[in-house]
């Protein structure tokens, strides 16, 4: 199927690459509001910003388009220059020897325990895991986190400013995020997860560490409470300026970005030319993952279909099934054997919905400003533009329970002797479901097994391996704050902080 460039306002526009002729104006890269905010930014002021001013999510101007030739130079390059390439149609404020020392440090052998980066294996003909999760902290949040702690690094030591970091995770960013901070100057986090409701590693991964720059405030609520209290503050324009606050969550423009290079990589390596299409399956919560995977598949990768995989939090399954997107209460948000999915917000779904809705800001301010404020929901289900959810954007959509979980991690495992975490697993079980005989079929990787050891237990009666640097993590000294699901709480706390720092 020949995908076109998205149609409506400044869309149509198919933009040079730098390396062809053409005018110099165009290189320019910007980027605009899902909300409408009449100002347009360049990278590195989104990079420290997260939300745009009227609470929308920065967006591209315009998404390259790539050439068949260019698809061809790239297919032999190695991880670090093919994320040079990349990033390079997005950030033009950066001089280019920068940002490809940038990638050459982020994307090591050393840092992600491969020369190829992001290998993909084969588990069966057609069926692919592309593995994420050897960086780190074992989870593919380290693929973009870990180039985003360099390029604030780098921006903070040009603006000689300082930069604090508030962010919320369900499981994995908090601890991406925090190992990819923790020896960076100028960069304090303060990292909020909902208490008790992560595994014991994912806990001690983070709790554990002592560094003076990493704040850990576990508050006393789901996800979604952590992730509204990032909004609120966010919201709060004075706080915000006053305490220099940024955030890493997949709000964040640059770690979505940096995402979009491995569905390039993975594309490569189970591909021998541009003719062949792939299709991705994808583990997905808050719906940045996928949404990288929008964004390379509008660049014009040769994706098929983007199969979005829920677990029994399955706002985005009913969303892509229905076309109504009805955000869950406390009570209704499941916890789940593959927390870091548990989730029942997915911020990052308002960029996909703003290119669904042709780029129309006012209808995407209203759907998210307004109708998910006050009624919780929104409903395109009689709205001629969701036809094209699948028909012109490729989304899919399956769900996998508990009982799924356990019996694709067992089966994986005695046919494959491939072991598998919950989330991959979900991925797994909604990719069979959506297989076609004559595409490649890519999972994503979510995290390596021993993070989730419980549920490895379980489905197969005995402990995953883990590394041995996380050998008793569980037994280290933990270092964090219990605080409740307070918006002004927390803001007191990170000011006490700030203060006490620079006093």
């Not at 949040?141 to 040009?158: F, W």
């Not at 604090?164 to 960076?184: C, F, P, Q, V």
């Not at 994912?202 to 405030?217: G, K, P, Y």
């Not at 983007?306 to 229905?322: G, P, Q």
Request: charged letters at 25%; glycine letters at 8%; hydrophobic letters at 40%.
């Amino acid at each position: 199927m020949a995908r076109q460039p998205l149609t409506g306002r400044k869309v149509a526009v198919t933009r040079p690459l730098p390396n062809n002729c053409g005018d110099k104006e165009q290189h320019h890269m910007h980027y605009i509001s899902t909300r409408g905010h009449p100002e347009r930014r360049k990278f590195c002021e989104i990079l420290l910003e997260g939300l745009a001013p009227d609470g929308g999510l920065y967006v591209p101007e315009v998404y390259p388009r790539l050439d068949d030739a260019t698809l061809d130079r790239w297919r032999g390059l190695s991880y670090p220059v093919l994320a040079f390439e990349i990033l390079s149609l997005y950030i033009d404020d950066i001089p280019p020897a920068d940002l490809k020392a940038i990638c050459a440090k982020t994307y090591r052998p050393e840092v992600f325990g491969t020369a190829r980066i992001a290998p993909v294996r084969t588990l069966e003909t057609g069926l692919h895991v592309a593995e994420l999760s050897n960086g780190p902290t074992l989870a593919f949040k380290d693929m973009a986190m870990q180039l985003l702690g360099n390029l604030l690094e780098y921006e903070l030591a040009r603006r000689d400013e300082e930069l604090n970091i508030l962010g919320a995770t369900s499981g994995d960013t908090g601890s991406a995020a925090e190992y990819a901070m923790r020896d960076k100057k100028g960069i304090r986090v303060f990292m909020m997860s909902p208490h008790g409701r992560m595994s014991a590693f994912q806990q001690a991964q983070m709790f554990s560490l002592q560094d003076e720059n990493i704040q850990n405030i576990a508050i006393e609520g789901v996800f979604d409470d952590c992730q509204d209290i990032v909004k609120a503050v966010s919201g709060d324009a004075d706080f915000k300026r006053r305490h220099r606050i940024g955030a890493v969550n997949s709000i964040n423009w640059a770690r979505l970005v940096a995402q979009v290079v491995y569905y390039f990589s993975a594309y490569f390596q189970v591909t021998t030319g541009n003719a062949e299409q792939v299709d991705f399956a994808v583990p997905s919560g808050n719906f940045g993952n996928i949404c990288a995977g929008h964004v390379a598949r509008m660049m014009g990768l040769p994706i098929s279909r983007l199969v979005v995989a829920t677990n029994e939090n399955d706002v985005l399954d009913e969303f892509f099934r229905t076309g109504v997107y009805r955000v869950r209460g406390r009570a209704d948000t499941y916890e789940t054997s593959s927390p870091s999915m548990d989730i029942s917000k997915a911020s990052n779904l308002e960029r996909f919905v703003f290119d669904l809705l042709g780029r129309d800001a006012c209808r995407t301010r209203s759907l998210f400003g307004t109708q998910l404020r006050d009624r919780g929901s929104f409903d395109l289900s009689g709205d001629p533009v969701f036809a094209q959810v699948g028909a012109r954007f490729g989304f899919h959509s399956g769900k996998s329970t508990h009982a799924d979980r356990l019996a694709t991690i067992r089966d994986t495992w005695r046919r494959f002797d491939s072991l598998i975490d919950p989330h991959t697993a979900d991925g797994v079980k909604v990719a069979r479901e959506h297989a076609d005989p004559g595409t490649p079929m890519i999972v994503l990787e979510t995290a390596l097994p021993v993070k989730f050891a419980g549920t490895i237990k379980e489905a197969l009666g005995r402990e995953p391996d883990r590394p041995p640097r996380f050998d008793g993590i569980e037994d280290l000294p933990k270092r964090l704050e219990i605080l409740p699901a307070d918006a002004k709480t927390v803001k007191s706390y990170i000011a006490e902080i700030v203060q006490g720092a620079s006093s």
